[in-house]
């Protein structure tokens, strides 16, 4: 299968959609702290204004839930983009409104179009079949260039992708670039391979991690979700994030490991605090030595140890989700120093997931790294080997299984 390429789009002068993810990170006071997302997507908006297009863009931010929030507008992404593009951009007052529309109709070559946040209509998220007509019926061009939500089946990542014939869609240089990266590393990935995943829950990455088994040689896991599994093989984990429902998902999980050879660990020990916050009473006890009521926010400097041996000698590494409660400083080491072994590596070292690559810009390793992904979800659904909603209509038949 390969992706339709932007490049084989006869574009000149036309109106162009582009769906791009611009959920960035805001502070306290509505700045945008990290706008990675957005520069990303300068090349493909870039491509379609030396092509005298007139550009429409779509992004969603936050969860507004189908309703307008005022907090969740696209206005800052809007000001960024003037900055980035040095290029005037509109706002439009709504998604698809009479505001939106009509600003799309008279949208001239050159001239850039920002619609308000996707997911203020309800029938965003819902794939609605009545939205995607209104945005589709915006331009003659679809380009989806939002990696970050294409494992999501939405009106403007999916649906809209039936309604423009093949020489009319394609995939923006990001979404390429992500693609032939993961399809790679699916197809031939250099092993040993590990696969280091933190975060908070086991149920978000549940299904990821049952898929990652076969494909992999090591497990490392770290974040909250290492309790599930400590509880499950009968360790006390005080007041520590668990999920009591995904106890048997746990053992499942170490019964494939060990039915498939995958060598699984989990953290040895634990920085556990009195409480969750910035002035807590913290200490580093073993994972058999959690006391009660204390809460496990990071790994300890013996988990640390061990999981430098062991990707010592690897060739392959993907990390998805951090070690700790990494946010606040005293439960960022183990995460930091995670990061520190990884970008030293001489592996293929992939990041993943908006935390994870958040937290390496923090420190300054992002050029260290061979790749980050600008999509956790979307790039463990790659790696399972699933087809992404949103890309699935823009993908022709070109002989060969896989993604190239
Ligand atoms: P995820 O979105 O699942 O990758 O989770 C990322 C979040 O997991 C971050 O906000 C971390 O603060 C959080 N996290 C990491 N370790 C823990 C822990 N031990 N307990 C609670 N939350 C955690």
Redesign the pocket.
Known sequence: MKLLDIKDLNLAGKKVFIRCDFNVPMDEFGNISDDRRIRSALATINYCLDRDCAVIIASHLGRPEGKVVAKDSLLPVAKRLIKLLKKDVTLAKDVVGEDAMSKAAALKQNEILLLENLRYEPGETKNDKELSAKLASMAEFYINDAFGVSHRAHASVEGITRLFENEHKAGGFLLQKEIEFFSKLIRKPVRPFAAII????VS??LEALVNLLPRVDKILI??????TFLKQLGYNVGA??VEDDLLEDAQHIMDEAKRLGVKFYLPVDIVVADK?SEDSVSKMVTAQEIPDGW????IGPATVRLYREVLNNVQTVLW?????????EK?ARGSNNIAHFVADSYATTVVG????ADLVQRIGLDTELTFISTG?GASLELLEGKVLPGVAQLMVDDGEDDYS
Not at 295 to 298: A, R, S, V
């Open positions: 933190g975060g908070s829950k978000g990455k770290g974040g909250g979700m290492a309790f520590s994030l969750f809460i496990g926010l990071d998805n989700g951090p070690m700790g409660v990494y946010e606040i439960f997931g908006g935390d994870t956790g």
